[in-house]
């Protein structure tokens, strides 16, 4: 989905067409897999999203404006216009990679403020805007141009047939809304990370990357406020799952997938996922390669694909395939899309090297860790994660039920350094990200936990939740801006007497 479309209504006729096509790119896609020659260097790519806010940290419908001071193609627009993303260039683990990864990182926060400025706002790269309201996503100003966003929105609601409905627990009795536009995804900003594969490594890494999801979304957990309520420290996995479940409730209810789906097996080769994305899931913007005026073949004669890459990119899988026929030869990526924006620059270049340090380390070991694992049991810790954040236990092989902030600290951190070695990252780089993460896991306070704490604080000096999630959002701006790990980020101080 981030290409543009060439228009926003279809017929049952290129339906059709559509359809056929998707089954036909899947027979080349097996056969291409099984012969061609793929670029196999192990480079990572990431993105990066984050949001707008007013002089009051309000969102700010500003996104248009500060793209248009940036003129950069490296920085895009995301759904919502109070959303930015930009796309860091490809880089190598091995020697000051990660450093270089934080660097970049943090240029492009400032880059981005200082475009921002110049309109009135400000930038924040966190998984939830804590101070977006439900009137926001009720108002049409919150989408951001372009007909990819205006198709998709169309897509969602008439394949559901009836308003998005977000139901998600916490405080409050949580939250119980609906929505008549899938507004709610343009809440949800993310550090995507992408690992370039080879083909017959592939369902190894995939699975790697399964099998950590859950310590992963907990060490890293950002998003505990939503439409004003505290709710999942990593909110943004329910919300982003139901703001665009093209299900109406009778299908959920008979077992159909979402189309942002963690996935219910482990996998023998990338084309399963391929072969599943076209059994399961109906064509939700069928549109053909003669429309999108794309050529059949690259320069390198590899195919495009054109209707298989865009119905991939219409099933949100937390860990998805990726073929990308580049210009002379192809590539194979893996795109880890759970993780949330922020909180600063450091904690998102120790967040990729734990990545990518574990499925260096799980690939290579004699006997896979996901043999030793159902997969059933993977997705429930994932969800359990994303619910409790550091605070969860899990069940894991040979240690039985045990809290994932100890898991991380005795058994995956070390592990997942021992990969970033092995890959080649610098010693002093390892040692600066090890610290980050353990110091995280070891005090407990992800993002998630210091926003929790922070409001908290600020509700006990006397503040509202409203003015407490404002000057909580600003206290964050600060933090980030400061380069800091948010582990060592300080709280509000505690009112006398309390």
């Known amino acids: 989905m981030g ?26 896609f097996e056969t291409y897999l099984d012969h061609a020659e793929f670029r196999d260097e192990g480079t990572i790519g990431v993105e990066l999203e984050m949001n707008l806010v007013d002089a009051d940290e309000r969102p700010a419908l500003t996104a248009e404006q500060v793209l248009a001071t940036l003129d950069d193609e490296e920085w895009v627009h995301e759904i919502g216009a109070f959303n930015l993303e930009t ?59 372009g007909s990819r966003y205006e198709v998709l929105d169309a897509a969602v609601l008439d394949a559901r047939g009836e308003p998005v409905h977000l139901r998600i627990d916490g405080e409050s009795g949580g939250i119980d809304t609906e929505f008549d536009s899938v507004a709610p995804e343009a809440a949800c900003t993310s550090m995507q990370l ?18 950590i999801a859950g310590p992963q979304a ?26 665009i479940d093209t299900r109406p409730p009778e299908y959920a209810a008979q077992g159909v997938r979402p189309r942002v789906w963690f996935g219910e097996r482990w996998i023998t080769s990338m084309f399963d996922l391929f072969e599943e994305n076209v059994r399961y899931f109906p064509a939700i913007i069928p549109e053909s390669r003669e429309m999108a005026e794309e050529p059949m073949l690259t320069e390198g004669a590899a195919p495009r694909l054109h209707e298989l890459m865009l119905h991939n990119g219409t ?3 937390w860990n998805r395939p990726i073929y990308d026929p580049g210009t002379d030869l ?17 904690d998102m270049a120790a967040d990729a090297a734990f990545f990518y340090g574990s499925v260096h380390f799980l690939m290579s070991e004699r006997r896979p860790l996901w043999s030793r694992m159902s997969f059933e049991g993977v997705r429930e810790a994932f969800e359990a994660c994303a619910r409790r954040g550091i605070d969860t236990r ?65 509700e006990r000096s006397g503040m509202d939740r409203r003015a407490a999630l404002a000057a909580m959002t600003r206290r964050y701006r600060e933090g980030q801006a400061s380069g800091r790990p948010v ?12």
């Open 87 to 145: 796309n860091l260039p490809v880089m190598s683990l091995e020697g000051d990679g990660l450093r270089r990864l934080e660097d970049d990182l943090a240029a492009r926060l400032a880059r981005a403020e200082a475009a921002a400025s110049a309109h009135g706002s400000h930038v924040v790269a966190v998984g939830h805007l804590p101070t977006l309201d439900e009137e926001l996503l009720n108002d049409p100003s919150w989408r951001a141009p």
């Open 315 to 317: 099933v949100w899988r």
């Open 194 to 211: 992408h690992l370039q594969v080879a083909p017959e490594s592939f369902a190894a890494a995939w699975n790697a990357a399964q099998a």
């Open 487 to 498: 582990h060592e980020w300080p709280l509000p101080d505690r009112p006398a007497g309390a």
């Open 330 to 346: 192809p590539h194979l990526r893996l795109e880890n899309r759970l993780l949330p924006g922020g909180p600063s620059p450091i």
């Open 394 to 458: 899990v069940r894991w092989p040979r240690l039985g039920t045990v809290p994932v902030s100890d898991l991380l600290v005795q058994q995956l951190i070390p592990r997942a350094m021992e990969g970033l070695r092995d890959i080649g990252a610098d010693a002093d780089v390892v040692e600066r990200c090890e610290e980050v993460l353990q110091g995280r896991a070891a005090t407990r306070r992800t993002g998630a936990r210091w926003q929790i704490d922070t409001v908290a604080a600020l």
């Open 3 to 28: 290409r543009e479309v060439g228009r926003t209504e279809y017929t049952r006729s290129q339906r059709t067409r559509y359809r056929r096509e998707l089954r036909r790119h899947l027979d080349v």
């Open 218 to 243: 907990a060490l890293a957990a950002n998003s505990p406020f939503l439409l004003g309520k505290r709710l999942w420290h990593e909110t943004r996995i329910p919300t982003f799952q139901q703001a």
